[in-house]
């Protein structure tokens, strides 16, 4: 099955902008759904944002929406993360899953998801 990983995860202050990435291995991305999510300790995984198979619309989670923006390479097999005017309730661990059939508001739940990353760190220097 396939496998991600992702990276770009830093310290850095309020109001920067911060890229990650997750890149995908044993399988394509292009012929799922992909998402990002984050996580605190105490916490369940909360949606931060979504690609939806096939007809690659994009969805974000209300506290994210205008600031971050997602977006996929295929010919990378590559999920990236653009985050803008990050904000002090932004740092979390990130993290990348995938899952092919899944679709609608169902993308918004980390239950619909089998694959994940390991997750990177995304904490903001004060």
């Known amino acids: 099955q396939v496998q991600l990983v992702e990276s770009g995860g830093g310290l850095v202050q309020p109001g920067a902008s911060l890229r990650l990435s997750c890149a995908a291995s044993?399988?394509?991305?292009?012929?799922?759904?992909v998402a990002w999510f984050r996580q605190v300790p105490g916490k369940e995984r909360d949606f931060v944002a979504a690609?939806?198979?096939?007809?690659?619309?994009?969805y974000y989670a209300d506290s994210v929406k205008g600031r971050f923006s997602i977006s996929r390479d295929n010919a990378k097999n590559t999920l990236y993360l653009q985050m803008d005017r990050l904000q002090p309730e932004d740092p979390a661990v990130y993290l990348c899953a995938t899952e092919p059939a899944v679709w609608g508001s169902a993308l918004s739940k980390a239950s619909y998801y089998n694959t994940w990353g390991q997750g990177t760190q995304v904490p903001v220097s004060s």
């Open positions: 044993g399988g394509s991305l292009s012929t799922s759904s």
């Open positions: 690609v939806e198979h096939t007809s690659e619309r994009r």
